[in-house]
C-alpha cells in the first residue's frame, strides 16, 4: 500500500492533468469541437464477431509491437473488432489520416528516439486527432496530441490570446514525450500510462486508490473507476498501430516517413507582423499558417520572441524582412485615448480582450488619459474563434481566476525561462535529426514491460550518419511516372500552392508526390508548373 499513498500525494498534485477528449474536472462548458466524426464514434461502439477473419489479418492481429501489453480475452476481441472497424467501414478515414500524418512522422520518431520512448507511440495521435495540428474536443483539448490547457502550460506550451502552443507539432510533440516519460516513470506500465493519458494521472491515482490495486485489469473490470473511452484507449491505440505497421499487407499506399519538408526555426521578435513576414518570404497567408499553425493572429506575441518555421529555400528572405528598420512591432498600431475611454471601452472598440490589450501596454495606469497613447494589434478584427477553455475565457475577459484556476496559471508561468529555451533548442536539434544521416537509435523496453509475450525486434530509427549524395534536381513535372501500374495525371499548380498542400487537398502522400516527380523536400513550386499526381 505504500505506493499507493505516493500515488494519492501525486494525484492531488497534478489532478487537472490530461489530454482526453472528456476530462471531468477541468474546464467544462465549450462549445462543440472540430474533431473528426469518427473519433467520437469510436468511443462506445459494442462488437460481435462479425465475418472470419482473413488470413492477413489474422497475421495482422498476430504482430507486436515494442510495447508487450497483456491483455484480457475482452481487450482482444475489442483490438479484433476496431481493425475490422477501421480496415471495412473506415477505410477512406485510414488514409486520410495517413496523408495527414506523413509530414510529421519523421520528426515524432525522432522525438520519441531522443526521448527513450518506444516508437509505437506514434500512433497516438491518429487516435486523438488523426494527426490534425487544429483538432478542438467538446471538452477544450487541442492539436494534434489533444493536450488540455492546463497540462499544456504544466508542460512548458503556452496557451493564450496569441498563440495556442498545443497546435505547434513541434513543441506539442516535446511536451507530450516528457508526458508520456512522466506518465511511464510514475505508473511503471504503458497501459496505465496511456490510460493517464487519456483520462488523466488523476483519475488514475484515484481509481487505484480506490480499488486498493495498481493493476489495469482490476481497474477495467468497474465502471465507477474507469469510463468506456480509457478502457477501450489501449485497444484502439493497438488495433491502430497494427494497422500502420502492416499496410502493405492491407492494401494502403506505403508511408513515407522520410516526407517531411526542410523546415528551419526562425525566432522572431514580440509583434511581428507575420502577414508581412509571409509576403516578403514569397509565401500566402495560408502557407504560412500550414507550417506555423500555433499562431492564433497575424501578429506575434508582444512579450517575448516566437518560434517560425519556414522551407529553408524562404528563410534567407524572411531574415532580410526582419532586419528591415521598422519591422520589430510593426504588427501594432499606434491609437490616442479620448476623453473618458477606459480599457474596456478600447477592449469593446478594437475586440481585443483587455488581459491582451494590458499586456501590450504594461506601463501604462488602469485609467487612460485623454492623449494618451496606446498600442492596439494591426490585425485585431482577426479572431483564431477555437475554444481554448475556461481559464482563457477568465483572462480575456478580466474576471478573477479562482484558485484552481490562479495554481495552474502560476505553475505555467513559473517554468524557468532556461527551460523554455531548452525546449526550443530540442526542437531545433529534432528539426535538425529528421533531415539526412543518421545512426541509429533503438529502444528497448523495460524490464517491467516484459512478460509471456515476445516483443518484436525494435524499431531503428536513424539519427545521425552521412548525408547521402545530393541527387540531380530536374524541373517539376520533368520525371515520368515510372510505375505504369498506377494511373498518374498531370496537375497544374495555383499560385501559393506546395507539396504538401496539394497532397492534402487530393488525399495524396507527399512522399509519392516527391518521388513521382524526382522533387527534394525543399522544392519550391511555381504557378504553372505541372506535376504528376496519383489518381488524376
Known amino acids: 500500500m505504500g505506493r499507493l499513498v505516493l500515488v494519492v500525494v501525486l494525484a492531488s498534485m497534478f489532478g487537472l492533468a490530461g489530454c482526453a477528449r472528456q476530462h471531468a474536472g477541468e474546464e467544462q ?29 489474422r497475421k495482422v492481429l498476430a504482430s507486436h509491437g515494442e510495447i508487450a501489453f497483456h491483455l484480457t480475452g475482452e481487450e482482444s476481441e475489442q483490438v479484433r473488432g476496431y481493425v475490422q472497424y477501421f480496415l471495412e467501414t473506415k477505410r477512406d478515414t485510414v488514409k486520410r489520416w495517413l496523408v495527414r500524418a506523413e509530414p510529421h512522422l519523421q520528426y515524432v520518431r525522432a522525438v520519441l528516439a531522443s526521448n527513450k520512448l518506444p516508437q509505437d507511440l506514434m500512433a497516438l495521435p491518429f487516435i486523438e486527432s488523426g494527426y490534425n495540428n487544429f483538432a478542438y474536443s467538446s471538452s477544450g483539448a487541442g492539436g494534434m496530441w489533444q493536450f488540455m490547457p492546463a497540462t499544456a502550460r504544466r508542460f512548458g506550451l503556452r496557451v493564450d490570446y496569441w498563440v495556442d502552443e498545443r497546435r505547434n507539432p513541434y513543441l506539442a510533440t516535446m511536451a507530450s514525450a516528457k508526458y508520456l516519460a512522466e506518465l511511464h516513470g510514475r505508473f511503471g506500465d504503458w497501459q ?10 488523476g483519475k488514475i491515482t484515484r481509481a487505484m486508490a480506490a480499488s486498493g490495486s495498481a493493476s489495469f485489469k482490476d481497474l477495467a473490470k468497474d465502471e465507477t473507476w474507469l469510463r468506456e473511452e480509457t478502457r477501450a484507449y489501449v485497444p484502439k491505440f493497438l488495433a491502430m498501430l497494427k494497422i500502420i505497421k502492416n499496410l502493405k499487407s492491407l492494401g494502403f499506399e506505403p508511408v513515407h516517413m522520410d516526407a517531411a519538408p526542410a523546415v528551419k526555426e526562425l525566432a522572431v521578435p514580440g509583434g511581428t507582423d507575420l502577414a508581412a513576414l509571409a509576403r516578403a518570404a514569397g509565401m500566402g497567408w495560408e502557407e504560412f499558417r500550414e507550417f506555423n499553425p500555433g499562431f492564433r493572429r497575424q501578429v506575434s506575441p508582444p512579450d517575448a520572441s516566437s518560434p517560425v518555421y ?61 492623449g494618451q497613447t496606446y498600442l492596439v494589434a494591426s490585425d485585431s478584427s482577426s479572431l483564431d474563434a477555437l475554444p481554448l477553455g475556461a481559464i482563457d475565457d477568465a483572462r480575456a475577459s478580466g474576471r478573477k481566476a479562482g484558485k484552481a484556476e490562479t495554481a495552474v496559471q502560476a505553475s505555467a508561468q513559473a517554468l524557468p525561462d532556461k527551460d523554455k529555451t531548452q525546449a526550443r533548442d530540442a526542437v531545433a536539434e529534432a528539426l535538425a535529426l529528421q533531415g539526412a544521416g543518421h545512426k541509429p537509435v533503438v529502444y528497448r523496453p523495460d524490464p517491467a514491460d516484459a512478460g509471456p509475450a515476445k516483443a518484436a525486434a525494435p524499431v531503428k530509427l536513424a539519427v545521425k550518419a552521412k548525408p547521402e549524395p545530393p541527387r540531380e534536381k530536374s524541373k517539376p513535372g520533368s520525371a515520368k511516372p515510372e510505375d505504369a501500374g498506377k494511373k498518374k495525371g498531370k496537375y497544374m ?10 497532397a492534402r487537398k487530393l488525399s495524396v502522400s507527399p512522399g509519392a508526390v516527391l518521388a513521382d516527380n524526382n522533387l527534394s523536400a525543399d522544392a519550391r513550386l511555381r504557378e504553372g508548373d505541372v506535376i504528376y499526381v496519383e489518381g488524376r
Open 29 to 57: 462548458g465549450l462549445g462543440a469541437g472540430n474533431l473528426d466524426p469518427e473519433l467520437a464514434e469510436l468511443d462506445g461502439l459494442k462488437f460481435s464477431r462479425g465475418r472470419p477473419l482473413t488470413a492477413e489479418e
Open 192 to 201: 496505465l500510462a496511456l490510460a493517464g493519458y487519456n483520462a488523466g494521472e
Open 310 to 370: 519556414l522551407p529553408a529555400a524562404r528563410v534567407e528572405r524572411a531574415q532580410a524582412y526582419l532586419a528591415e528598420p521598422g519591422s520589430a512591432r510593426a504588427g501594432y498600431r499606434v491609437l490616442v485615448a479620448s476623453r473618458g475611454d477606459t480599457w474596456w471601452r478600447v477592449s469593446s472598440s478594437t475586440g481585443v480582450p483587455v488581459a491582451a490589450l494590458r499586456s501590450l501596454n504594461p506601463g501604462l495606469p488602469d485609467n487612460l488619459a485623454p
Open 493 to 502: 499548380v495555383a499560385k501559393g500552392e506546395t507539396v504538401w498542400s496539394i
